[in-house]
């Protein structure tokens, strides 16, 4: 079947704007998890889903920062009054439960730049 | 604070061997993950290791001694296409993935 999927795959902004960025995980997968990735820096995680449990936002920067999650289906994360520091790839990874030895499955990311 | 430790950078010569070293200092241990990064690219998933030892599938092993917080992976037979960034993760007692900065490796002819 289909891989993770992200929308849009570039996002060019203005500072102060808001964004939105979409994420379609693996059919069935039942966790989903959001990173960001500065240049040449490594995975910082910022929030993930299991399932109907609340998610674990412990890793979302600021409160400009939130998420949603219908179901085990498609995820957004909202980025309000972008800044130039919010600048970065966001990536989106599935799995099939949360923990365990299960593998995350990668979407290709969407790059965000802030002018 | 939990963190993972990794090379910047490494540089191998193309059907050599090179090991990358990951050590961790985590809150607790649930397995250790190794992902390759290609430029510009998402992470794609290459080991895991729960128990101590040597995990072998084809030119890639990777190793685990949760004593030492040690972690290594082998790359054998080096081609240019391994020319990419390594990625250590730690899976700590909340069931929470830690990632290394990851390790640039740079193969040359």
Known sequence: GAGVSQSPSNKVTEKGKDVELRCDPISGHTALYWYRQRLGQGLEFLIYFQGNSAPDKSGLPSDRFSAERTGESVSTLTIQRTQQEDSAVYLCASSL???????????????LTVT | GQNIDQPTEMTATEGAIVQINCTY??????????????????????????????????????????????????????????SASYLCAVLDSNYQLIWGAGTKLIIKP
């Not at chain 1, 995350?104 to 990311?109: E, L």
């Not at chain 2, 649930?30 to 072998?56: K, M, R």
């Open chain 1, 97 to 111: 439960e949360a923990g365990g030895p299960s593998e995350q499955y990668f979407g290709p990311g969407t790059r």
């Open chain 2, 25 to 82: 200092q985590t809150s607790g241990f649930n397995g250790l993950f190794w992902y390759q990064q290609h430029a510009g690219e998402a992470p794609t998933f290459l080991s895991y290791n729960v128990l101590d030892g040597l995990e072998e599938k084809g030119r890639f092993s990777s190793f685990l001694s949760r004593s030492k917080g040690y972690s290594y992976l082998l790359l054998k037979e080096l081609q240019m296409k391994d």
